[in-house]
Structure formats: structure tokens, C-alpha cells
Nanobody
Framework: HVQLVESGGGSVQAGGSLRLSCHVSGSTETDRTDCMGWFRQAPGKERESVARIGSGGTIFYAGSVKGRFTISQDTSKNTLYLEMNSLDVSDTAVYYC?????????????WGQGTQVTVS
């Protein structure tokens, strides 16, 4: 089975930057990873999509992060990245790496453990 392990979270002042990494391991024979992306969940709020890459390479960004965050992947390292710039207090959340057959949140079936991002 596919496993996702995030790293790179932490605390940063508003206006700062962080880069999250998600290492992908395991077999994709039984787990679909056509769509991979970053999601976040703030206290008291539902999990939301931040940035996703579909099977055709199509990239989606949530409106709140467009122009500030960049999703990318290095297939040679089996790693997905999220570069976050101009961070705002509202970006504070637990960030999760997710994968699934489609990019709709309900089809994301594989999750990492999450990494905390705190912006003050």
C-alpha cells in the first residue's frame, strides 16, 4: 500500500515562507494516486483542498492561496512539495498530503499524518 509522510511544517511569522514535503512510498498497484495534493484543516473547520495535481498534470489551487503557494513534484525522489510564501495567520492549520483516484476531496483515500503550520 502507498504511504505518505509529510515534513517541513513549523512556526513562522506572517509574511514568511515554508516548504512542505511529502514522500511517497509503497506500491500503487492497489492504491490509486492519480491525484495528489495538499489539504489543510484549521481548528474547528473542515478539511479543505489547498493545491492538487491531477493525473494529466492539471494543477488546482484554492483561491485563498493562488499566487502564494506552489505545488510541485519530483518523480525521481517520489516527493510532492508545497512551497508557501507570504504566509498569513489564516494559513495556520495542520497540512496533510493526500492521494486518490480523483481530485475531489471525497476520492482522496490515502493520507499522511499531517504537519502543523503555525503563522503568527
Amino acid at each position: 500500500h502507498v504511504q505518505l509522510v509529510e515534513s517541513g511544517g513549523g512556526s513562522v511569522q506572517a509574511g514568511g515562507s515554508l516548504r512542505l514535503s511529502c514522500h511517497v512510498s509503497g506500491s500503487t498497484e492497489t492504491d490509486r494516486t492519480d491525484c495528489m495534493g495538499w489539504f489543510r484543516q484549521a481548528p474547528g473547520k473542515e478539511r479543505e483542498s489547498v493545491a492538487r495535481i491531477g493525473s494529466g498534470g492539471t494543477i488546482f489551487y484554492a483561491g485563498s492561496v493562488k499566487g502564494r503557494f506552489t505545488i510541485s513534484q519530483d518523480t525521481s525522489k517520489n516527493t510532492l512539495y508545497l512551497e508557501m510564501n507570504s504566509l498569513d495567520v489564516s494559513d495556520t492549520a495542520v497540512y496533510y498530503c493526500g492521494a486518490g483516484r480523483y481530485c475531489s476531496l471525497s476520492y482522496i483515500t490515502i493520507w499522511g499524518q499531517g504537519t502543523q503550520v503555525t503563522v503568527s
